[in-house]
């Protein structure tokens, strides 16, 4: 695979102070503020305010959970034991005292609201985003589908996650305010030194000079059909808002064409905002379309992070730095 770059359009974004107003179903700010994380309170199976409170907090720390969907599901699961261990704190799938006292060192709060703005709306947006790779090589945009999704993507949340935190908004009219997470970092990234991914786990390390680990993002690594290479390779590139060209040499199972085409850049894009470019030919870091599917389905043999901890990865990391692919923990 090879990409290009493309200029991408700036966001303006206006924060404010949450007015915390009733959203439903317990799922609203003042609840998710006051969320007190543990084995009782956590589940894995519907959202919670305290899987809320601790997804934004890890997100924050460069430990990331993934989608933000208010679910302690397994990546939210292998960020807080990664943070426990990077503290070396007890470390487990269960909360602790330890590691959440550290956590709520952070004590900035964890919801804002946000006012959409006539240029989040001003697109272009597509109908619907094709099945399969050859359906979208002639579109001119690989946008986002809604204003929902674009506003989801950015604030790093599931849909339905901002749905019920707005019940009844639209998310396409200027001037409203909705209420969202707020994911801002109290500090940018830190210069990664290497970085590690690890198959088994499907997870994505950073590590400072000291081999301190300061990042860590679940990813989507492999297949059976294309596995990950194993050993060391380096970044040669970092391309953001590529272009995507697809080679026929690689016999992609879901792709019938036998002629390389290319597909446009955007969000949907099928390795999403940024590429980075790996010494093994055809493998590369990048991000997605589909946030809420990383760590839960197959690659073709590249390492697929969600669009935003991409670009996290990207602005820790420079051409030269060493990625080692490994098929067992540290």
Same mark, same amino acid.
């Given at each position: ?14 924060f404010? &102070?949450?007015a915390?107003?009733? &959203?439903?179903?317990?799922?609203d ?6 969320a ?13 305010p305290?899987?809320?409170? &601790?997804? %934004?907090?890890? @997100?924050r720390?460069?430990f990331?959970?993934?989608e ?28 602790? @005292? ?40 002639d579109?001119?945009? &690989?946008? #986002?589908t ?36 707020d ?14 991914v690890?198959?088994?786990?499907? *997870?994505?390390?950073? #590590? @400072?000079?000291?081999? !301190?680990?300061?990042?860590f993002?679940?990813?989507t ?11 060391n ?5 970092i ?7 697809y080679?026929p040499?690689y016999?992609?199972k ?6 390389? #085409? ?6 949907n894009?099928?390795?999403?905002? *940024? ?7 055809g ?12 760590s ?16 996290? %990865? ?7 730095? *060493? *990625? !080692?692919f490994?098929? @067992?923990?540290?």
């Amino acid at each position: 695979m090879s990409f290009g770059k493309s200029s991408k359009v700036g966001m303006i974004l206006a924060f404010a &102070l949450v007015a915390a107003p009733a &959203l439903g179903a317990g799922m609203d700010a003042a609840a998710i503020e006051a969320a007190e994380p543990s084995s009782k309170t956590l589940s894995n199976e519907k959202p919670t305010p305290p899987g809320v409170r &601790l997804q %934004v907090l890890l @997100d924050r720390a460069h430990f990331s959970p993934g989608e933000i969907d208010g679910k302690f599901g397994e990546n939210a699961k292998k960020a807080l034991r990664a943070y426990a261990e990077a503290r070396q704190l007890p470390s487990s799938d269960a909360m602790t @005292d330890e590691v959440w006292t550290a956590l709520r060192g952070d004590n900035r709060p964890v919801m804002t609201s946000y006012t959409i703005t006539e240029q989040d709306l001003a697109g272009p947006f597509l109908r619907r985003l094709p099945a399969k790779m050859e359906q979208m090589k002639d579109i001119p945009n &690989l946008g #986002f589908t809604s204003p929902r999704e674009m506003l989801a993507e950015r604030f790093h949340m599931s849909e339905p996650l901002l749905a019920s935190l707005n019940p009844g908004q639209r998310f396409d009219r200027a001037g409203a305010t909705i209420v969202v997470v707020d994911t801002a970092s109290a500090a940018p990234p830190a210069k990664a030194d290497h970085v590690e991914v690890d198959k088994n786990r499907q *997870v994505v390390k950073l #590590f @400072d000079k000291s081999n !301190a680990l300061v990042g860590f993002y679940p990813a989507t690594v492999g297949s059976k059909e294309k596995p990950s290479p194993t050993g060391n390779l380096k970044v040669t590139e970092i391309h953001r808002n590529p272009t995507y060209r697809y080679n026929p040499d690689y016999k992609f199972k879901e792709v019938r064409s036998r002629k390389p #085409f290319t597909i446009k850049p955007g969000p949907n894009n099928p390795v999403g905002n *940024v590429w980075i470019n790996l010494s093994a030919e055809g493998y590369g870091i990048h991000g997605t379309a589909s946030p809420g599917k990383v760590s839960k389905a197959e690659s073709h043999g590249c390492v697929r992070l969600t669009n935003w901890d991409a670009e996290r %990865v990207a602005k820790s990391i420079a051409k030269g730095t *060493v *990625v !080692a692919f490994v098929d @067992d923990p540290r």
